[in-house]
């Protein structure tokens, strides 16, 4: 899209810390398009990560035109991933900004996709990106040009910041009074309709545990990890976690839940990944990933938790119904208020289809 004269700072304006001007939506939106998995696997139902990592990165892109600094995640939204993207698909990742503050930016990210046979795109997934920008010094940058709404697009984009502001409000406060419960019972949490099942495990059993390094391109220049690729890895691991739960090679993510990073990642770090499963209904189930960061110095600290939602299915694409249970005591209050949380959760999506673009997985 060209840009007009007014939209384009002069280089002077641009360069000025004290002075940062306004711009434009259009100004700094972009896209990013590629053909997506690979050719052997053509057809197949594509993972999430490779998806969440193109997401990403047009978000980083939108960042940076709208900043001139390097953009630095700190929060992805939750985020449906429901519609269906395949192996060599073609896909069309269009990002556009939508608030700013005095150092943070909000990106939102519009996911398409058309197949080989198709003519037209379609829209799959959207996603908003929460990035801070890093300065020369690796410093947080305190002032952003702002954002103006004197555009058509402007003023659609803050009307959609203030309906997502509302939204997250009203995500936090469904599950708030959660952790303040003492002695949750079974009884009181468990769905009374469970499926059939022939075995049951308990959640210390289903444990997976991962410590590595983020597998990267290579980190920035600073040394910082790229929140795409971790964002890749985690929903490895949750895939394996729930593949071993469910006994079956085909589950693939259909949420992300709000996912924050408030501490800088480096490459020298290594990460442990403590995944397990939280929640069982009868074709899907929940992951929740634990994650602590070990550095070279010895000391250890936890992010905050990040929960996939994955659903169970056959090779011709159909639902597979899940035949291991979960098995719950009135002893294990944390795996309670989890499974707790993660219900609540799915209660909520059910309730609020137009926070979503697709069908309900059940």
């Known amino acids: 899209m060209e840009r007009t004269a007014s939209e384009i700072p002069s280089p002077q304006a641009s360069f000025d810390p004290d002075t940062p001007p306004a711009r434009t939506v259009e100004y700094s939106q972009d896209y990013l398009a590629e053909i997506v998995g690979h050719e052997s696997r053509a057809g197949e139902r594509l993972q999430a990560g490779p998806i969440l990592k193109l997401m990403y990165e047009t978000a980083v892109a939108v960042a940076f035109r709208h900043c001139g600094h390097r953009p630095v995640m700190l929060r992805l ?38 197949k080989p046979t198709e003519r037209e795109y379609s829209p799959r997934h959207v996603g908003f990106f929460t990035m801070v920008a890093i300065d ?46 003492e002695g949750l019972r079974v009884e009181d949490v468990i769905e009374p309709l469970q499926a059939v099942r022939y ?42 976690t729930a593949r071993q739960f469910a006994g079956n090679d085909h589950l693939v993510t259909l949420s992300v839940n ?39 110095e010895g000391e250890q600290y936890p992010l905050d938790p990040v929960e996939f939602f994955l659903i169970n299915y056959s090779p011709s694409g159909e639902k597979v119904k899940i035949t291991t249970g979960l098995a719950l005591s009135d002893e294990d209050q944390e795996s309670l208020r989890r499974y707790l949380k993660a219900r609540t959760r799915f209660a909520f999506w059910k309730a609020h289809p137009e926070s979503h673009l697709t069908q309900r997985p059940e």
């Open 77 to 114: 939204d939750r985020i449906d991933l429901t519609r269906v993207i395949c192996h060599m698909d073609l896909v069309r990742i269009e990002g556009r900004m939508v608030e700013v503050g005095r150092s943070s930016m909000v990106i939102e990210v519009r996911c398409f996709a058309k």
């Open 136 to 181: 020369e010094e690796g410093q947080l940058a305190r002032r952003l040009a702002p954002l103006s709404d004197d555009t058509p697009q402007g003023r659609e984009s803050k009307a959609l910041a203030a309906h997502r502001r509302a939204e997250i409000a009203e995500r936090r406060q469904a599950l708030e009074w959660i952790d303040r419960e």
């Open 258 to 296: 709000d996912v924050v990073f408030k501490k800088a990642l480096h490459a020298t770090d290594r990460i442990e990944l403590i995944s397990r499963v939280a929640y069982v209904r009868t074709h899907t189930l929940e992951i929740a990933i634990d994650i602590i960061v070990h550095t070279l």
């Open 199 to 240: 075995d049951s495990l308990r959640a210390d059993e289903t444990v997976v545990r991962i410590k590595g390094q983020v597998i990267s391109q290579g980190p920035q220049q600073d040394g910082r990890v790229r929140a795409g690729d971790l964002l890749v890895w985690l929903d490895r691991v949750a895939n394996y």
